[in-house]
T-cell receptor, first 114, second 113 residues
Framework: KAGVTQTPRYLIKTRGQQVTLSCSPISGHRSVSWYQQTPGQGLQFLFEYFSETQRNKGNFPGRFSGRQFSNSRSEMNVSTLELGDSALYLC?????????????FGSGTQLSVL | GQQLNQSPQSMFIQEGEDVSMNCTSS?????WLWYKQDPGEGPVLLIA???AGELTSNGRLTAQFGITRKDSFLNISASIPSDVGIYFC?????????????WGLGTSLAVNP
């Protein structure tokens, strides 16, 4: 079974630009979560989607948005990029089969904002 | 936001030594998860715990769900160079619609061959 696939692997943007990151979950998984990871800050939760609906949201500004398609694939978008948005963005999928669900992560997209 | 207290922050050990790390919280959790992250990769699930007092092993790794439900421990026995990486704990409170995972800041492990 293929794992979680994130594209692109690396991205370089400049301040003010916008960016779209893509995530394909494990086949059969219906939930997709996004995290931002920066050195020393651990994993910061962005949002979770389930059946094309946002189910949970972290404490990030409105510049960060996402969506999920009918095939469970998900995209996240960051508009008006700032230097502080440089981070590893991780996508995780889960079967969402109840309270004992586990997250399975992709390799991430490393975003650098110059 | 809410975070777990994970310690130690980093460890540098000799190959063959045993390793212990833990996470504590002021909140009661229903689930504890332990992940390992290699450089440039996403975290990989090592062990999942669902009951207070539960002790689960995965090869040389053993994790326990604390009796108070506010802490969890991960032990690695006879460390080897490929154990190098960052270990994260994560806990979940299943209360109504609040099903988010709360993450520790990680324990960075270095192993000297």
């Amino acid at each position: 079974k293929a794992g979680v696939t994130q594209t692109p692997r690396y991205l370089i943007k400049t301040r003010g630009q916008q960016v779209t990151l893509s995530c394909s979950p494990i086949s059969g998984h219906r939930s997709v979560s996004w995290y931002q990871q920066t050195p020393g800050q651990g994993l910061q939760f962005l949002f979770e989607y389930f059946s094309e609906t946002q189910r949970n949201k972290g404490n990030f500004p409105g510049r960060f948005s996402g969506r999920q398609f009918s095939n469970s694939r998900s995209e996240m978008n960051v508009s008006t990029l700032e230097l502080g948005d440089s981070a590893l963005y991780l996508c995780a999928s889960s079967p969402s089969d109840g309270a004992n669900e586990k997250l399975f992560f992709g390799s991430g997209t490393q975003l650098s904002v110059l | 936001g809410q975070q777990l207290n994970q310690s130690p922050q980093s460890m540098f050990i000799q190959e063959g030594e045993d390793v212990s790390m833990n996470c504590t919280s002021s909140s009661i959790f229903n689930t504890w998860l332990w992940y390992k992250q290699d450089p440039g990769e996403g975290p990989v699930l090592l062990i999942a715990l669902y009951k207070a007092g539960e002790l689960t092993s995965n090869g040389r790794l053993t994790a326990q769900f604390g009796i108070t439900r506010k802490d969890s421990f991960l032990n690695i026995s006879a460390s080897i160079p490929s154990d190098v990486g960052i270990y994260f704990c994560a806990g979940r409170i299943n209360a109504g619609n609040n099903r988010k995972l709360i993450w520790g800041l990680g324990t960075s492990l270095a192993v000297n061959p």
